[in-house]
C-alpha cells in the first residue's frame, strides 16, 4: 500500500472512527506526510496506531494522540500557538496547516535541528524554532493563543500559564513519569479552569519547571 493510502486508512480507522471529527485536524493528518519526520529504518511503521523511538530516547506520539490533543486545542486561523517539544516535528506540521503563527521549543540540538531540516524540506519555513527549557516557554513572543506541550510535567509549568492569552488554551499531560492525565487548561484571569481529558503516559518534561534531569 502507498504511504498515501496507508495516511487515509489511519485517519480513517485511527482518528475518525474514535471520534476526532474536527474538520482541520482531519484535513492537515490528510495532508502531512508522517513517513517523513521517522527514522529511515522506521518509515514503514510510520502510518501504525502507536508511537515510535525517533532519537536522543525521545519518541513521536500515537497518532490518536497527536489528532487528539490537536483537536482539544481548537485552534483559530490566525492564532499563536506554542509547542513544548517539537521532537520529530510531525505535530508541528499539523499545527502550521491549522494556522499561521507556530512556535517551536527543543531541549535537543539534534532533533531541532532535524525537525528543522524535514519542516523545511516540506515548505514549511515560516515556523519559528528554539532551542531550550521549555518548560519556561518563550517570552518574547508572548502571550500565545494556544500552548501545547508534548512532554509529561509534574504539575502545571507558571511560566506556560503566565504565557497563555486570556481565554487561552493550554494542552498538556500532568502526572507522575509512567502515568499521567492529559489535561486542557483554560485562563479565566489568574484562575484555571481544568478538565481532564484521559489518562496518557509520555515521555518526561525536563527542565526548571518541570522534571529533573
Ligand atoms: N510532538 C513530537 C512529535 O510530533 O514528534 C513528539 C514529542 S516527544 C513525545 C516529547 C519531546 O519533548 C521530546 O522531543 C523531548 O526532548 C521534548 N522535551 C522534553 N522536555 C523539554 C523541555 N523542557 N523543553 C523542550 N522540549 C522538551
Same mark, same amino acid.
Given at each position: ?5 496507508q ?6 480507522? !485511527? ?13 492537515a493528518m ?9 527514522p ?5 511503521c510510520a502510518?501504525?496506531d ?14 490518536f ?25 510531525? !505535530?508541528t506540521a499539523?499545527l502550521?496547516?491549522?494556522t499561521?503563527?507556530?512556535y517551536?521549543v527543543?531541549?535537543?540540538? !539534534?532533533?531541532?535541528?532535524?525537525? #528543522? ?12 524554532f528554539k532551542?531550550?527549557?521549555g518548560t ?7 502571550p ?5 506541550v ?13 504565557q497563555?492569552? #486570556? ?9 507522575g ?5 492529559l489535561?486542557?487548561?483554560?485562563k479565566?484571569g ?16 525536563i527542565g526548571?519547571e518541570?522534571w529533573?534531569e
Amino acid at each position: 500500500m502507498s504511504f498515501k493510502s496507508q495516511r487515509v486508512a489511519m485517519v480513517r480507522d !485511527q482518528i475518525k472512527s474514535r471520534g476526532i471529527k474536527n474538520a482541520d485536524v482531519v484535513r492537515a493528518m490528510l495532508k502531512v506526510e508522517r513517513d517523513k519526520f521517522l527514522p529511515q529504518t522506521l518509515v514503514s511503521c510510520a502510518y501504525s496506531d502507536y508511537p515510535l523511538p525517533i532519537s536522543c530516547g525521545q519518541t513521536i506520539s500515537q497518532p490518536f494522540m497527536v489528532g487528539l490533543m490537536s483537536e482539544c486545542l481548537k485552534i483559530v486561523k490566525n492564532n499563536s500557538v506554542l509547542e513544548i517539544g517539537t521532537g520529530s516535528g510531525y !505535530q508541528t506540521a499539523l499545527l502550521r496547516e491549522m494556522t499561521d503563527e507556530v512556535y517551536t521549543v527543543e531541549r535537543y540540538p !539534534q532533533l531541532l535541528e532535524r525537525a #528543522e531540516n524535514v519542516l523545511e524540506s516540506l515548505g514549511y519555513d515560516d515556523i519559528h524554532f528554539k532551542l531550550g527549557d521549555g518548560t519556561l516557554g518563550w517570552d518574547e513572543f508572548a502571550p500565545y493563543d494556544r500552548i501545547i506541550v508534548t512532554a509529561s510535567a509534574p504539575s502545571i509549568p507558571r511560566s506556560l500559564f503566565q504565557q497563555l492569552k #486570556e481565554e487561552g488554551r493550554l494542552i498538556i499531560p500532568v502526572g507522575g513519569k509512567y502515568h499521567q492525565e492529559l489535561k486542557i487548561v483554560v485562563k479565566k484571569g489568574m484562575v484555571s479552569e481544568e478538565d481532564d481529558i484521559c489518562g496518557c503516559v509520555f515521555v518526561p518534561l525536563i527542565g526548571k519547571e518541570g522534571w529533573e534531569e
